[in-house]
């Protein structure tokens, strides 16, 4: 029983950490889970923690621990994410660990989306971007009056894009450049009229920071 719970962790968890991360387990001192990513490092069930990795410091500090970790310590150089938690009553610690220069790429904002149209994919430019979209469970951007459909959701794109793109709604981002005009609608609730003919709602959860953005 408690296997198949740790099992499903790693598949829950694995629906929101990154795709290249892998989820280790351990308790009291040992792994008794792990579910490799793209980043392999040498653990097996059984295992015991050992001193300088962020298991071992997440165990001794008790509390969320971030911490790059050198190439001695588990054959391979990696960045950690480590959690205290409760296992069958015991004390335990929840890994995520993901490639060394994790965070420097996660400051980093992304300079071109690459999208499909019809059967072919295209790496597009974010700067020739109008605004992107988050429609039928699925991320569409638009860029010379062409759509083009995405792999990353808007979330992902949010904390990920340069600071000239603007969240308005939760199913829009858009591109302050290609903004042409600011209207109200019937409701009085904002309007974007985007350089491509699009007109975009702004939701109220965002107006307060769409006007400052913006300076009206």
Not at 15 to 31: F, K, M, Q
Not at 58 to 76: C, F
Not at 131 to 159: M, N, P, R, V
Request: charge should be neutral; glycine fraction near 6%.
């Amino acid at each position: 029983m408690e296997k198949l719970a740790l099992k499903q962790m790693g598949f829950i968890m694995g629906d929101w950490i990154p795709e290249e991360a892998s989820i280790a387990v351990a308790v009291d001192g040992r792994y008794v889970y792990y579910k490799s990513g793209k980043r392999e490092l040498k653990i097996c069930i059984g295992d015991e923690v050992l001193p300088g990795s962020v298991a071992d410091r997440t165990y001794t500090e008790r509390k969320r621990i971030e911490m790059l970790v050198e190439e001695s310590v588990l054959g391979a150089a990696y960045f950690g994410i480590g959690y205290p938690v409760q296992a069958a009553g015991k004390s335990g610690v929840l890994v995520i660990i993901l490639p060394p220069d994790y965070m420097i790429r996660q400051k980093q904002p992304v300079r071109f989306l690459t999208g499909k149209v019809d059967e072919a994919w295209k790496p597009i430019p974010v700067e020739q971007i109008s605004h992107i979209e988050s429609s039928q469970k699925k991320t569409w951007f638009y860029a010379d009056e062409e759509a083009y459909c995405s792999i990353h959701t808007l979330k992902y794109l949010k904390d990920r894009l340069p600071d000239w793109f603007l969240p308005i709604h939760r199913s829009y981002i858009v591109n302050i450049s290609y903004i042409m005009e600011i209207s109200r609608d019937f409701s009085s609730n904002y309007l974007l009229t985007m350089k491509d003919g699009s007109v975009l709602p702004v939701s109220q959860n965002y107006t307060s920071s769409v006007r400052e953005r913006l300076g009206f």
